[in-house]
Nanobody
């Protein structure tokens, strides 16, 4: 059974930083995490889920315009983990952040429907 478990969320002041982690385990990811495309999405109250960042299995990455230059996605294939370093946080970054995985993929993907597995999400709250 595939599991994605996020951690690292919390409450920080505007201008601060957080690093989110997403650990993958089980099923399709046994020994094959390095072949998966990974992504981060977020959903604020009353809003639709939106794309944040994505990384291909080879390490190519792309970002939403709203986070470009402030957020960095990375991965550690030895640990089956993907990270989202978030700097210069703003109140509008407040949301539940979820990671997503698409096994055995070549590129990166920016649409939620392209992903097969999702974590439960972690709350990020930025105070002004």
């Amino acid at each position: 059974q595939v599991q994605l478990v996020e951690s690292g969320g919390g409450l920080v002041q505007a201008g601060g930083s957080l690093r989110l982690s997403c650990a993958a385990s089980g099923g399709t990811f046994r020994g094959t995490f390095s072949n998966a495309a990974m992504g981060w999405f977020r959903q604020a109250p009353g809003k639709e889920r939106e794309f944040v960042a994505a990384m291909s299995r080879r390490g190519a990455s792309t970002y939403a315009d709203s986070v470009k230059g402030r957020f960095t996605i990375s991965r550690d294939n030895a640990k089956n983990t993907v990270y989202l370093q978030m700097n210069s946080l703003k109140p509008e970054d407040t949301a539940v952040y979820s990671c997503a995985a698409r096994p055995s993929s070549v590129g990166y993907y920016t649409h939620s429907e392209d992903y097969d597995y999702w974590g439960q999400g972690t709350q990020v709250t930025i105070s002004s």
